[in-house]
């Protein structure tokens, strides 16, 4: 196929996507109307499974296929950053010197890293009850975590953050996801579907497979972002090229040059000698 040819390919599959959009827009209901079908239908779903948050509903239930092939995308980045940034050959691991902080920030990051990672922990446990959820909620925990590293240093931010388990956690928060769906396989019905029962409404109970589903996705973003954020602080702090360790040490190279010029003068002492 010629390249003019290509191009007129991609100019017509763009101009059907360009339909196929424009008549899609104009179906919808009008901007700022009273008829709201799809937010209806929803609502009206989450209800009837007892889920009193219906953007979690919507997300862990009605639409919960699409939110796997979502955490599957985090998951993919945070294991194709850990294979690019991996420690090679070339590259030498230095221990992180400590780091002297300012006491009121010292003062105010430790305050405020209990409060962050509670509230963290209350998002994903109330998701399917109030705003926030899984997504959230493992995102401020991750946040939280990370306020160690501002109020003390980075060797107090790696004594609570073994890598190892957090790579394990996070994997697991995706294959607990993905077996969660299919437990509604094994009860005969769809994958993903919810089979649980639905509790009463407004506890922490309620919202069958809702409340699983959300605590799976905090645990898989919440490692997730902390091993992803764990491969750069990495880089900028503890692992250095071989030439940026001959550059940072200029008394050794010193010290390498003084030895050649004493081996050149003494093989020459011995040139002259015979």
Do not use: K
């Not at 919808?28 to 239908?41: C, D, I, K, Q």
């Not at 995308?73 to 300012?102: H, K, M, W, Y």
């Not at 919810?194 to 905090?218: M, R």
């Not at 997730?224 to 602080?233: S, W």
């Amino acid at each position: 196929m010629s390249r003019g040819l290509r191009r007129w390919v991609l100019a017509l599959g763009l101009l059907g996507t360009a339909v196929l959009l424009v008549l899609a827009a104009r179906g919808l209901p009008a901007f700022g109307g009273s008829a709201h079908p799809y937010g209806e239908r929803a609502v009206h779903a989450a209800l009837d499974r007892h889920t009193a948050n219906t953007v979690a509903a919507v997300t862990f239930d009605q639409r919960s296929f699409d939110t796997l092939g979502e955490e599957s995308i985090l998951f993919g980045a945070v294991l194709g950053t850990v294979v690019l940034l991996r420690q090679t050959r070339d590259e030498n691991r230095l221990p992180p010197q400590p780091a002297r902080v300012s006491p009121p920030v010292r003062r105010y990051a430790l305050l405020a890293l209990p409060v962050t990672l509670l509230v963290g922990l209350y998002i994903v446990a109330h998701g399917q009850l109030s705003p926030g959820g899984g997504f959230q909620g493992g995102i401020v925990v991750a946040t939280a975590l990370h306020l160690l590293y501002i109020a003390v240093d980075y060797r107090a931010l790696e004594r609570i953050r073994p890598i190892g388990l957090y790579e394990a956690a996070g994997a697991a928060g995706e294959a607990a996801y993905v077996l969660l769906g299919a437990a509604g396989l094994l009860a005969g019905t769809a994958f993903l579907a919810n089979v649980l029962p639905y509790g009463t409404l407004n506890t922490l109970a309620s919202g069958g497979t809702v409340p699983l589903f959300n605590a799976a996705i905090g645990v898989e973003v919440a490692c997730g972002v902390v091993v992803l954020l764990a491969r750069f602080l990495d880089q900028a702090v503890e692992i250095v090229s071989t030439d940026a360790d001959a550059d940072a040490d200029p008394d050794a190279d010193a010290d390498s040059d003084t030895d050649a010029d004493a081996r050149s003068h003494d093989a020459a002492g011995e040139e002259a000698d015979t």
